[in-house]
């Protein structure tokens, strides 16, 4: 992924990784996915409910890279927060890895309308 710079990626593996040394495996690879510049999601599927005859529980990555519009390169966490309308004065803390943080948020802007409507609506 470093050399190549797809895209898209999609990874898999076995579910019980996601409990493997305490889940340190999973926050290795999503901090490492992180700082390439890819946004990454995960989720889990029993190849049972696909026909398979057997059960066996995988889990998937997922991977989005934010491209910068200009340069050869993924977007910085900076640069993805700006596209979703975080001020630059906002930090973003907290045990989830910040790029994913980024991705999954509800920009700041949406959140406002959201909450004025439910002010003007109990008022």
């Known amino acids: 992924m470093r050399d190549i710079r797809p895209g898209h990626v999609v990874v898999e593996n076995v579910a019980g990784m996601q409990t493997m040394v305490g889940g340190e495996v999973i926050r290795r690879i999503v901090e490492g996915c992180e700082r390439l510049g890819y946004a990454i999601s995960s989720f889990e599927l029993n190849a049972a409910d696909f026909g398979v005859p057997q059960l066996r529980r995988r889990i998937f990555f997922r991977k989005k890279m934010l491209i910068h519009p200009s340069q050869n390169r993924g977007l910085s966490v900076r640069e993805a927060a ?41 008022a």
């Open 82 to 122: 700006r596209l979703q309308a975080f001020p630059d004065r906002y930090d973003i803390l907290g045990p989830m890895g910040a790029q994913q943080q980024v991705s999954d948020a509800v920009p700041p802007l949406l959140a406002r309308e959201v909450a004025m409507v439910l002010a003007r609506r109990i």
